[in-house]
């Protein structure tokens, strides 16, 4: 028997990273997965891999596509039982260099994005009268201040507060909503740093990280599984950090 027999899933950002492996992890669990994105070949691709996935377009920051995607889950499955607002984006840049193309870039994708998500699905299943865990990607930094990324950070920050706002809103309702805060992870976003790309860098960082070795996109998607399922059927509200013991 697998954790989320019978649930509906939709993980945004699902094409690659993070977000690919959560969508492989919950099918694997027994999930019917939807997952949602803007690089339409790449999620394609992803979800011909994953039995019980489809693939749709979905640009988290527009409210009409928002509408047509949840629309179209509740008459396929007449239900979400778990949405998982992982779609991001990455800003390294120190603040005075920071334009406001790039504040509302970062931000409507990171914040307005994760808001957008929560409240179409959350108004379709308080409507079905049914429950629902939505799991929101934050970060470590949306916890703590990052240097030279600013504008990321005060979007996680976004992420957290939201989480927290809406957990006591709609907790009568069944509406479970948490945040998780990944450290350093392994994926397409962080392919390019230095910690990744140079050994010797690589190796320094490891030393910094009590258990030792930088976070891979399994250990994120083991703390959604947890977070999608009935496993945590008394938590709401909360941030679960999960970056190797950095951040105690
Ligand atoms: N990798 C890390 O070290 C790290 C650390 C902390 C938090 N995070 C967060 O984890 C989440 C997943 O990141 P990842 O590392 O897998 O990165 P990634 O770049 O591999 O994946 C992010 C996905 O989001 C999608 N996306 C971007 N803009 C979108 C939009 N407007 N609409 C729909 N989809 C969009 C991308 O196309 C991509 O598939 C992000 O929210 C990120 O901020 C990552």
Redesign the pocket.
């Known amino acids: 028997m697998g954790r989320l027999d019978a649930k509906v899933a939709v993980i945004?950002?699902?094409?690659?990273?993070?977000?690919?492996?959560e969508a492989q992890l919950f099918a694997a669990e027994g999930a019917t997965v939807v997952l949602?994105?803007?690089?339409d070949t790449?999620?394609q691709a992803t979800a011909a891999k994953i039995d019980q996935a489809s693939y749709h377009h979905?640009?988290?920051?527009?409210e009409d596509q928002w509408q047509a995607i949840v629309d179209q889950v509740m008459a396929d499955h007449g239900r979400i039982d778990v949405l998982v607002?992982?779609?991001?984006?990455?800003l390294v840049k120190k603040l005075l260099a920071t334009t406001i193309e790039d504040f509302e870039r970062v931000t409507?994708?990171?914040l307005r994005?994760t808001f957008l998500g929560m409240r179409t699905v959350a108004d379709a299943m308080i409507k079905a009268e049914l429950p629902c865990s939505i799991v929101n990607?934050?970060?470590?930094?949306?916890l703590q201040g990052v240097a030279n990324h600013g504008v990321?950070s005060a979007?996680?920050f976004g992420?957290t507060g939201i989480t927290k706002a809406a957990a006591k809103e709609w907790g009568r309702y069944g509406i479970r909503v948490n945040s998780?805060?990944?450290?350093?992870?392994?994926?397409?976003?962080?392919?390019d740093?230095r910690s990744f790309t140079d050994p010797e860098v690589r190796q320094r960082v490891e030393r910094t990280i009590p258990l030792r070795r930088m976070?891979q996109?399994r250990d994120?998607a083991n703390m959604a599984l947890f977070l999608a399922s009935d496993d945590s059927d008394y938590c709401s509200g909360q941030a679960y950090i999960v970056d190797g013991g950095v951040h105690p």
């Not at 945004?12 to 492996?21: D, I, L």
């Not at 979905?58 to 527009?62: C, E, N, T």
Request: charged residues 20%; proline residues 4%; negative net charge.
């Open positions: 945004t950002g699902g094409a690659r990273g993070m977000g690919a492996e949602a994105d803007v690089l790449d999620g979905l640009d988290v920051r527009a607002n992982n779609a991001g984006v990455d409507d994708i990171n994005g990607v934050s970060s470590v930094a949306g990321y979007s996680k992420v998780i805060h990944p450290g350093i992870i392994e994926t397409p976003m962080t392919a740093m976070g996109a994120i």
